[in-house]
């Protein structure tokens, strides 16, 4: 191992990992610092998105919506199916399969670009010198040309609900539940609160959402916010707003919760209990007290809009800074910042990062709300088409939700698009594209679109903008 190298990366989630590629493809001696250990107690690659995240959610996401969707929805079209039963042992070990296939590309992408992997721990220090310590104790001081810090987050945890094992988990406890729990309680009604919550109704749970907020989904768009909750209600999902959770405890195998609503104070028995009240950044043990970085008041690490912290040569990205906790965010930075170190002067455009929901249906969505362009006091059109009016939709016995596009009133340009429907993580980076290029609506709507599809109903809604929609009456004519 060498004690000095042009990069040196702290954090191989998606934000590290990348920033550590790009930097090797670059020509720049580069080395990967990762605390990560797997279910073997092996080191391992990918952070918390490949490990105990985006990825394994994903596939019981898709798992549970398998099975749901043969139990109820085949019937309806043709296909008679009996017996269908879920093995949940065999469903996690393939989203364990899923997982090592992943973190073990990731392993190759490092081997086949030259990133050397430091299995341990990693502290910055004064000067751009990174103190390593290895798994077995052993220490080393590296010097680093340039230093990227990328250690991730972890689960908010919080006092009324101490983490109890088997019991009282967060996000990667969820992950591991060996059968379907009866009664399943859920203390946040965000992302991932609705996600797991998702998985465990399909199965057969009895799920009880607890929400401290009034407001649900309070930064998705109103109307997608408010078909979303209704659609999650008549599924089955049980989300009670307003639910200020003061204590939890395990008693004769369960978990007896209590929450205040209102004035009222109320409780409910579950079996388990998932904590999903956010994410932290993590940066225990990750910098000296002489190293320069800053935190800001929340604990982020402070950059820049470039993502240079305050000491010279040191950037930070991903979850331990400001934006959204977005893998493909962290990413971008990452990217970014490797080719700045090597002279490019690229930009990550944080107006046109999409947000998902992977429920079903699914939320996605990208630039403002409406209410934050009401707010504004900016004139504003908007477009809207429901996959109930789309063809491809029909055919798939999938028609719930809309697409919903906002845009200026005086330029025309594309200010928010939200989906609310099947495939609106897909559908979303159309707008995405959209947007980045400054496109208008009237660009949207002129561009063809094959048919049958579910894009067919965002270019209805991008010419609903002005009221030429075909499939649909228009609210004004033209």
């Not at 490990?51 to 043969?70: E, F, Q, V």
């Not at 893998?327 to 490797?338: Q, S």
């Not at 006091?377 to 939700?401: C, H, I, K, M, W």
Request: charged share 20%; net charge negative.
């Amino acid at each position: 191992m060498s004690d000095s190298y042009d990069v040196i990366v702290i954090g191989a989630g998606p934000a590290g990992y990348a920033a550590a590629i790009r930097a090797a493809q670059l020509g720049m001696s580069t080395a990967c610092i990762d605390k990560s250990l797997g279910k073997d107690g092996k080191p391992v690659l990918g952070g918390t998105c490949l490990n105990w995240g985006c990825i394994p959610s994903k596939a019981l996401l898709d798992a549970s919506h398998k099975y749901h969707d043969a139990k109820e929805n085949f019937a309806a079209v043709g296909v008679q199916v009996e017996g269908v039963r879920i093995d949940v042992p065999a469903m996690i070990a393939r989203k364990d399969e899923v997982v090592s296939g992943l973190t073990g590309g990731i392993t190759g992408l490092f081997k086949g670009n030259g990133v050397t992997h430091l299995a341990g721990t990693g502290k910055l220090l004064a000067d751009r010198k990174v103190e390593f310590t290895a798994h077995d104790g052993a220490v080393q001081v590296l010097q680093a040309g340039h230093v990227i810090l990328a250690p991730g987050s972890v689960p908010v945890e919080i006092p009324p609900t101490p983490l109890t094992e088997g019991y009282i988990v967060d996000s990667t406890g969820a992950l591991e539940f060996d059968a379907v729990p009866p009664r399943l309680g859920i203390i946040g009604a965000g992302v991932i609160g609705l996600e797991l919550g998702s998985v465990w109704n399909r199965l057969g749970s009895e799920v009880v959402v607890l929400e401290a907020l009034e407001e649900f989904l309070p930064m998705a768009d109103e109307r997608v916010a408010r078909d979303a909750l209704k659609t999650y209600k008549k599924q089955g999902l049980d989300v009670r707003l307003g639910c200020l959770v003061t204590g939890a405890e395990v008693a004769d195998g369960a978990v007896n919760v209590t929450y205040k609503s209102g004035d009222e104070q109320h409780s409910i028995t579950v079996d388990k209990l998932i904590v999903a009240v956010g994410r932290r950044p993590y940066t225990q043990n990750l910098l000296s007290n002489d190293c320069g970085v800053n935190l800001d008041e929340r604990g982020f690490l402070f950059v820049n809009d470039l993502c240079a912290t305050d000491a010279p040569g040191v950037y930070a990205v991903g979850d331990v800074v400001r934006g959204p906790m977005l893998a493909h965010k962290g990413t971008e930075e990452g990217v970014m910042v490797a080719e700045r170190i090597a002279g490019f002067k690229p930009l990550v455009n944080y107006d046109c990062i999409p947000s998902v929901i992977y429920t079903h249906p699914e939320v996605a969505w990208v630039g403002k709300t409406e209410q934050e362009v009401k707010a504004s006091g900016d004139a504003y059109n908007v477009g809207q088409f429901p996959f109930a009016a789309s063809g491809r939709a029909l055919a798939a016995n999938d028609t719930e939700g809309f697409v919903k596009i906002i845009a200026d009133a005086q330029t025309d340009r594309i200010l928010g698009v939200h989906v609310f429907g099947p495939q609106a993580s897909e559908l979303v980076a159309q707008a995405v594209i959209s947007m980045e290029f400054d496109a208008s609506a009237e660009d949207l709507g002129l561009t063809m679109f094959a048919h049958p599809t579910l894009s067919e109903a965002m270019h209805e809604a991008a010419l609903g903008v002005a009221g030429h929609a075909i499939h649909m009456v228009n609210r004004k004519k033209k």
